[in-house]
């Protein structure tokens, strides 16, 4: 079945690192990977995401970068601040659902 | 605030009883999303709507669930007889259907069932 899978669960960086998390996903048609960070007692918000005809997006900090081939994508934060302190997931959308995959999640702590 | 909102954020019931929640979509949104999110996971998919039609749900939805969307804005979740595997947070999400290229979901602040 349907499967993505986040690596690592737990990562600590100092301040001013950069952070790199890593999914893979099982559904080759999948063709939407959306990237969410949930801080403690909230919903998860939509952070970037990227489609399947494209390699790599950028949002200031953050970027995302896509391998169709290997079927993984990786979201990379630069100049980490401890406000992204979160609790960051991945997910994947398969081509004939609108339903999102999602990773079991990434505990980042940035130390100040 | 015009995001996605849930009733009632939290939820202590007594196994064995029924509970329903309540999620209203960014105005607009055509597309309300159910999911549940346990403790150290991801959230997990239950079922959508497109306006007041129900297209899919998960195999995890069993037949105490059931999910309504009357009017193609608001949805409420049902859970009857409930059992302490249903404690966990309930998530809401909607997007717009703009498009066949519009896959945006856009999360509540999830209505956390405690079931004793």
């Known amino acids: 079945g349907e499967n993505v899978e986040q690596h690592p669960s737990t990562l600590s960086v100092q301040e001013g690192d950069s952070a790199v998390i890593k999914c893979t996903y099982s559904?080759?048609?999948?063709?939407?990977f959306p990237w969410y960070k949930q801080e403690l007692g909230k919903g998860p918000q939509l952070i970037i995401d990227?489609?399947?005809?494209?390699g790599e997006k950028k949002d200031q900090r953050i970027a995302v970068t896509l391998n169709k081939t290997a079927k993984h994508f990786s979201l990379h934060i630069t100049e980490t601040q401890p406000e992204d302190s979160a609790v960051y997931f991945c997910?994947?959308?398969?081509?004939?659902?609108?339903?999102?995959?999602f990773g079991s999640g990434t505990r980042l702590l940035v130390r100040p | 605030d015009t995001g996605v909102s849930q009733d009632p954020r939290h939820k202590i019931t007594k196994r064995g009883q029924n509970v329903t929640f309540r999620c209203d979509p960014i105005?607009?949104?055509?597309?309300l999303y159910w999911y549940r999110q346990t403790l150290g996971q991801g959230p997990e998919f239950l079922t959508y709507?497109?306006?007041?039609?129900?297209?899919?749900k998960s195999r995890l939805l069993s037949d105490r669930f059931s999910a309504e969307r009357p009017k193609g804005s608001f949805s409420t979740l049902e859970i009857q007889r409930t059992e302490q595997g249903d404690s966990a947070m309930y998530l809401c999400?909607?997007?717009?259907?703009?498009?066949?290229?519009?896959?945006?979901?856009?999360f509540g602040p999830g209505t956390r069932l405690t079931v004793t």
């Open positions: 999400a909607s997007s717009l259907n703009a498009n066949i290229l519009s896959y945006e979901q856009y």
């Open positions: 559904d080759s048609a999948s063709n939407y």
């Open positions: 990227i489609r399947s005809n494209v």
């Open positions: 997910a994947a959308k398969g081509d004939s659902s609108y339903k999102l995959i």
């Open positions: 105005s607009e949104h055509n597309r």
């Open positions: 709507f497109q306006n007041e039609a129900q297209l899919e």
